[in-house]
């Protein structure tokens, strides 16, 4: 634990001396930047030591105001510790180079990121729930602080103020579980003993569980948040919030789990569903955004989706007395939870470089970005290849954990179970094929073809500062893809922690070994492939010349394909579900000058129960607002009068 306190500690120095130096911008960043990197230089290794069979470490202190607490390093918190110090090193040199090729102050910025990492180990280590609390409260305001950067703008300030609202009820509901916990089980300690819950009110305890960590998670229909934030964030912002942050919720489900005891299948079901519809949802207004975050902040739900069947799937397993199942599960959903890291913060970091060399991430404004910035171009693609579950690459490996645990459930879970379990399938495949439908749309409009606009014509490479980081992750990305036996090594304590057998007694290793041949063989077919077209054309006279324009004498921007037409085929299919919203103009008059169409998709939780509630509990407020004294002594009477009914209720 010695590592894990020297990290904090330094990440707390590096945050005070941020604040300190806010007036000189680079010197700032600099230190910034510096404290997550030896932070992570420092505690990696020990979290690395606690997966691959070292002991559990603890530190433990007593004050006289909440007891007994501790941190702890164990199986489940050191892999949530390792993406969330492997990320926040490479957003934090990215984000030195984001925020220095623009004006403005950037002190606030330094400084929160530190706090926001410092906040997430304590979140992982923490042994109790009132240390876990309050670092929640933390994590959640300096993200809060990094996501307003440019609060001038309206449309931050109103994801901002969405986010808070939105995190803060989902911590009421958490004050509630940790409450019913402490009621029944007389201990707020992670790891103590207690007696099982009974059926119902293991349900409910968890039931508020899901609420609160489902809304810092993003899952459907707590989401309402994470489309409006991650587009108005800085990108290396976006990257933490998407990779690592809302990350959290999957934790606190696992750890509360763990905390309640044996789940009624309900749950599990539960989890699954709201995974299903997550994924389902997710990936579905993805394919209809024309804004290039917005569409990945969509698939971040989506992701989080595939992450929550897994999750869901191992719960019902245990509860069906299955551990096999379980542990395939539980491998698919915690591997899945560091590849979306790895793959959506490349996907935010190139979005980023795209956005401050075009100067806008309207994908119909882009097209022709590859030519200039074939870097950003590249790295952007593998991690589009990556989140589509495109083998030799890491989201290949996990998704293929989550179908041999669906498929495994098939085979030996109860009827209703299996039920669900088909019905998963089904859902991941088409939630497969509609992301890789979106990213074609996405590289295709936004890399290829001709520029759109006089912004896109005007790309240039990333620096070095912000490509760096990019390809440090794309290279994480293939090696999580290759390493299937190393990563059955890694996975086997969490999963044992959460309840499966060991992964070496099921066929999850098998699987994850044919991954890695898998991923192999292809690499080595592209090199060969590559050499002999090198080799065909050595002697060959290659020349380059201009695309048929079907008798037009130049091609014209017009002439492609826009992203919102190549994706209209699809949403056409679905667009009972997406709720879309028509703008056009239509031409009048036998030579029309102006002829427009726009098809736009708002979240339908947000338009018809959101903004519908926040309407009607104003005008409440506002009723209640009229009955509000405005005399100081009023305000006196009233506080003299709550007093005397406290002591007469405390004294009679």
Known sequence: MTAMLAAMGILAAAAGSSALLARRRS?????????????????????????LGGAMQTVSWTNPVTGSQALVLDPLAAWFLIPVLF????CSVYGRGYLLSADGRVGTQA??????????????LAGDALLFLAAWEVMTLSAFLLLTHEHARMEVRRAGMLYIVLTHAGTSCLLAMFAGIAAGAATLRFVAPHLPFATGTAAGLFALGAIGFGCKAGAWPLHVWLPAAHPVAPSHVSALLSGVVIKTGIYGLLRASLLIGPLPMACGAALLGIGILSALLGV??????HELKTLLAWHSIENIGIILIGVGLGSMALSAGRPAVAAIAFAGALLHVVNHALFKSLLFLSAGAVGKACHTLQIDRLGGVARAMPRTALSFVIGAAAICGLPPLNGFVSEFLVYMALLAACAAM???????????????????????????????AVFLGAPRSPQAAAAREAPRAMLGPMWVLALACAALGLAGPAIAGALERPVRQLGGVPLTDTSAREGLAATAILGGVLIAVAFALAALRRLLLRR??????????????????AMQYTAASFARPLIA?????????????????????????????????DRFVLEPALHHGGMALALVRRAQPTRVQSYVLAIFAALLALLWWRLG
């Open 27 to 51: 010197w700032s960043l600099t230190v910034s930047a510096a404290g997550c990197i030896a932070a992570a230089a420092v505690a990696m290794p020990a979290a690395l030591r606690v997966l």
């Open 87 to 90: 990320i926040s090193a490479a």
């Open 573 to 605: 299919v679905f667009r009972g579900v997406l709720f879309l919203e028509r703008h056009d103009t239509r031409p009048a008059g036998a030579f029309p000058d102006a002829v427009a169409l726009e098809e736009h998709c708002p979240d339908p939780v």
């Open 111 to 124: 400084a929160a990121l530190d706090v926001l990492v410092l906040s997430l180990m304590t979140v992982f």
């Open 284 to 289: 579905l207004a993805a394919l209809a955004q």
């Open 540 to 557: 060959q006279a290659v020349s380059a010349s201009g695309t048929w324009a079907c008798g037009y004498p130049a091609t014209t921007p």
């Open 414 to 444: 109860p009827v209703t179970a299996r039920a669900e379990a088909v019905l998963a399938f089904a859902a991941l495949a088409c939630v497969g094929g509609l992301a890789v439908a979106c990213f074609a749309k996405a590289c295709g």
